[in-house]
């Protein structure tokens, strides 16, 4: 869509169908918070953001963790301004009492960004004898930790990367990770 075009239904609808792909991973007790009462808040973010956002059923995670899955499509800046805007939702809300596990874990989920990429794009990210993740590390003072591929059932060409530190340094090397993401042109998700 041009600067001079209108952001008319059929112009967002035709924008959501192309673009990158990412996924954000979504403690099951944020969900909620994150969807909204009657979907007001998805649908919030999907506006502001314009980006086509898709979340995992209550009962479906990301395998090996307790987390749900948020698919976004969009271009670069739309999926920047999504997975912002999840953050927040998920940096801000309070868990339940009825959520077990210690109340220090919750915080410290709170401090992370956990995105999803293929097994390719992966290897984008780490770079060569893992240069590129070091230099993010560095220039962002982040910890940076994927899962590994016995840790992903048989099949599933993809992987949970996160990002935790502190929020505004999290926030821009999550942009530097969907910046890789979005530049990769054999990325299927």
Do not use: H, W
Not at 4 to 10: I, M, N, R, V, Y
Not at 136 to 143: A, C, H, I, L, N
Request: with cysteine; net charge neutral; glycine share 6%.
């Amino acid at each position: 869509m041009s600067e001079d075009s209108p952001a008319t239904p059929e112009n967002n609808t035709r924008l959501r169908r192309n673009g990158s792909v990412i996924k954000i991973l979504c403690p099951y007790y944020v969900a909620g918070a994150v969807i909204g009462k009657g979907g007001d808040n998805i649908k919030n973010i999907k506006e502001k953001s314009e980006a086509a956002v898709v979340v995992s059923q209550n009962n479906v995670r990301f395998p090996g963790t307790n987390e749900r899955v948020i698919s976004i499509r969009g271009t670069l800046e739309s999926i920047k301004t999504c997975v912002a805007m999840v953050q927040e939702k998920i940096r801000n809300d309070q868990p339940p009492e009825t959520v077990k596990g210690p109340r220090a874990e919750n915080e410290k989920r709170k401090q992370c960004c956990k995105l999803v990429v293929s097994d390719n794009t992966l290897g984008r990210i780490i770079g060569k004898q893992g240069k590129t993740v070091q230099e993010m590390k560095t220039k962002y003072e982040v910890e940076i930790n994927t899962t590994r591929r016995t840790e992903t059932p048989f099949g599933l060409d993809e992987r949970a990367i996160s990002i935790e530190g502190e929020d505004e340094k999290v926030d821009q090397c999550c942009e530097d990770i969907i910046k890789i993401v979005c530049e990769d042109t054999y990325a299927s998700m």
